[in-house]
């Protein structure tokens, strides 16, 4: 039953799971995460402030997650819904996430999307309730974790699609238009204010 996320361990550089008996047999524990929000900027000023921004708003309503850019994101979704995501050679070092000097295996994108994938297949929902996402970050920007993320939607078959607000300050139109086409539900303008996020997250929570 979870024979595909123990082969998308071992593609990540995980240990196969030693042999045990059918009642300690290794389950996909279910999302319990209060990670609601997930937060993504390669600034990390820009994440101090809106982490902290949306703290103060939700009044502890909430727990707030932090990526650098779109892959790292990925990462921390496959980690709040399965607990852990075994780090290959390219993806081990987590100064690499905050510097964005990551070199890009497509090997290991791969294995992060297939874990994806699979633990989503499982739970039948994200383990946050909204993500504030920056469009322009190194490794993956904005556009093309949008496109990954509603790509995975659709092969899962969810219905109802994750809310993915594009936090930016261009005012160049077609980006804008890039990254509503690839899927994000709206788009808040930086330097945002307090009152941008109201509506999103009494919505939400």
Request: charged share 25%; proline share 5%; with cysteine.
């Amino acid at each position: 039953r979870d024979t595909g996320l123990k082969s998308s361990f071992m593609a990540l550089g995980g240990r196969r799971p030693e042999a045990e008996g059918p009642s300690h047999s290794r389950k996909i524990s279910p999302c319990q995460s209060r990670a609601n929000i997930l937060v993504i900027d390669d600034n990390a000023l820009n994440v101090k402030l809106m982490k902290r921004t949306i703290q103060k708003l939700v009044r502890g309503r909430a727990q707030v997650a932090t990526a650098y850019h779109g892959l790292h994101a990925i990462r921390e979704l496959v980690k709040l819904m399965l607990g852990e995501v075994p780090d290959s050679r390219s993806l081990a070092a987590k100064d690499s996430w905050k510097s964005g000097c990551f070199e890009d295996d497509d090997d290991d994108v791969q294995a992060l999307l297939l874990a994806l994938r699979e633990a989503l297949a499982v739970h039948r929902r994200w383990p946050v309730r909204c993500i504030l996402c920056d469009i322009h970050m190194p490794v993956m920007g904005g556009v093309e974790f949008v496109t990954r993320l509603r790509k995975v939607e659709v092969e899962t078959g969810l219905t109802i699609p994750l809310p993915v607000y594009a936090v930016t300050a261009t005012d160049h139109r077609p980006e804008i238009e890039a990254i509503l086409a690839a899927g994000a539900t709206g788009i808040i303008k930086k330097p945002f204010a307090r009152s941008d996020l109201v509506s999103i997250f009494t919505a939400i929570l």
